[in-house]
T-cell receptor, first 115, second 112 residues
């Protein structure tokens, strides 16, 4: 398996622009997570999907952030409009939720820079 | 305030040295995981511990879950440059959400 695939790997944009990050989870996994990682705050969970349904979006910073999972093999995280404080590495992770100890498999991340 | 406090934040050592990093909380966890993240990559799971007092070994790495399931440690024997990375602990609260909470990590550099 190719693992979790994220695109783009790097994104540089200007403040106010729309940014869309993409994720393809591992085939057969039923849970998908979006995280944001910064030096100041570490790894923060933004949103969690189970069977394509958003279960917990309490970590989404504000209305500028939205996430969708139209099917089991694709998810997007959109920021509109983007701001410099959104600069971070965004990770997508997937897992097969069976019990409370299942493994999350992370993608390589998208490094976002908002100028 | 972080639910999981990791210490030290940074560690720079020479090849061959031993080290221990810690993951502490005042909360009880049903399970705790350790991940390693290399520069430019996502975290990769090293181990999961679920029983208080449990000890797991992975080659030169020894993981321990505290008796009260509130803390954990990772000990590396004879560190090698390949051990360089960010070590993250992640815990699932006992009786709580399925979603794990991550600590901020310990950044380890092992010099040849």
């Amino acid at each position: 398996d190719a693992g979790v695939i994220q695109s783009p790997r790097h994104e540089v944009t200007e403040m106010g622009q729309e940014v869309t990050l993409r994720c393809k989870p591992i085939s057969g996994h039923n849970s998908l997570f979006w995280y944001r990682q910064t030096m100041m705050r570490g790894l923060e969970l933004l949103i969690y999907f189970n069977n394509n349904v958003p279960i917990d979006d309490s970590g989404m910073p504000e209305d500028r952030f939205s996430a969708k999972m139209p099917n089991a093999s694709f998810s997007t995280l959109k920021i509109q409009p983007s701001e410099p404080r959104d600069s971070a590495v965004y990770f997508c992770a997937s897992s097969f939720q069976l019990a409370g100890t299942d493994t999350q498999y992370f993608g390589p991340g998208t490094r976002l820079t908002v100028l | 305030t972080q639910l999981l406090e990791q210490s030290p934040q940074f560690l720079s050592i020479q090849e061959g040295e031993n080290l221990t990093v810690y993951c502490n909380s005042s909360s009880v966890f049903s399970s705790l995981q350790w991940y390693r993240q290399e520069p430019g990559e996502g975290p990769v799971l090293l181990v999961t511990v679920v029983t208080g007092g449990e000890v797991k070994k992975l080659k030169r790495l020894t993981f321990q879950f505290g008796d009260a399931r509130k803390d954990s440690s990772l000990h590396i024997t004879a560190a090698q440059p390949g051990d360089t990375g960010l070590y993250l602990c992640a815990g699932r609260l006992s009786g709580g959400s399925y979603i794990p909470t991550f600590g901020r990590g310990t950044s380890l550099i092992v010099h040849p």
